[in-house]
């Protein structure tokens, strides 16, 4: 097996070679810690029979740690810079594809259909550039692609958001985005020393598993977002008073909203970090009609 790419040594021999220096615009921090990337790997359970789809493969660390356990690794690097140093690292591994583009413009589900149709299960397996996590995640999930799920490394703060409970601070219309499509947990969380440069915020990975059915079956996924977003607005204030200021001519419609939130027996009183994602899912059904 190859020397891997990740011990502190061999990425500085690597970004010497190729007088690299890291873009802070596109968070660059890269992983120098094979034990780290083992342990990402593991919780992809991954076989031959899989593919991955990475983001941001920088200068290769996790990408071979894919190549080996997965069928195909289909990579998409923003940075022109890292495409010689990928092709140089990555070339024992002929299972790897490495695609010039921004996730965020790039259309994966195309991709995908040529790609990925023939393996038997497909991840997302990535350490995420941190100033577009949620963008990214959201994109990839609104795409609805059939992923068994997504193991990401990301700011642990994020990863607070994403995976947390109703009535918890951090729970919010992100944690509702996502859970509505995945089940969601804190797969390990990461020291700051494994990256090179550190960065400032602790990180976590997070595993995310594809449900099956959604929590609750909605009229209008989007029109869901749209009322949690609106009752997360001031998360000091009532649901009632944050529907009002956010639905269209809510201030004027408050006995429809009321009327709305007892159908389904949700207090005008309580905060929208109270509802869990069904309750949300039966009030964004039930104000539909009037609002959407
Ligand atoms: N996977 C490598 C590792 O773990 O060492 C690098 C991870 S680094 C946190 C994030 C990577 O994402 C960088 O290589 C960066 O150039 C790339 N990147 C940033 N924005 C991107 C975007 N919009 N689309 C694709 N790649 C992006």
Redesign the pocket.
């Known amino acids: 097996m190859q020397k891997d790419i990740?011990t502190p040594i061999r990425t500085q021999e690597i970004l010497k070679k190729y007088g690299f220096s890291f873009?802070k615009s596109?968070?660059?921090?890269?992983?120098i810690d094979p034990n780290i990337l083992r342990n990402i790997v593991s919780h992809a359970e991954l076989t031959e029979e899989s593919a991955a789809i990475?983001?941001?493969?920088?200068?290769g660390?996790?990408?071979e740690h894919l190549a080996r356990t997965a069928g195909k690794v289909v990579a998409?690097?923003?940075?022109q810079r890292?495409l010689p140093v990928l092709a140089d690292t990555l070339s024992p591994y002929d299972n790897v594809e490495i695609i010039h583009?921004?996730?965020?413009e790039v259309d994966v589900q195309q991709m995908f259909e040529s790609q990925l149709q023939n393996y038997k299960d497909v991840m997302v397996v990535?350490?995420?550039?941190?100033y577009?996590t949620t963008p990214i995640l959201l994109k990839l999930l609104m795409d609805r692609l059939p992923i068994r799920g997504m193991v990401v490394m990301m700011q642990k703060e994020v990863a607070d958001r994403i995976t947390a409970s109703p009535g918890t601070k951090a729970y919010g219309s992100l944690s509702i985005a996502i859970q509505y499509y995945m089940e969601a947990e804190i797969a390990m969380i990461v020291p700051k020393a494994v990256f090179m440069p550190q960065p400032n915020v602790d990180s976590a990975v997070i595993k995310l598993t594809r449900r099956e059915v959604p929590p609750i079956q909605v009229i209008d996924e989007e029109f869901l977002f749209k009322v949690s977003r609106g009752s997360f607005v001031q998360r000091r204030k009532t649901i009632i008073n944050n529907l009002q200021s956010s639905l269209p001519n809510g201030k004027s419609k408050k006995d429809i909203i009321i009327q709305a939130l007892g159908k389904v027996g949700v207090d005008p009183t309580r905060r929208g970090e109270t509802l869990s994602i069904e309750e949300f899912g039966k009030l964004s059904n039930e104000l539909y009609e009037e609002f959407h």
């Open positions: 990740a873009k596109l968070g660059q921090n890269f992983l990475e983001i941001g493969p920088g200068i660390a996790l990408t998409f690097e923003i940075d890292l583009a921004d996730i965020l990535a350490n995420l550039p941190y577009v």
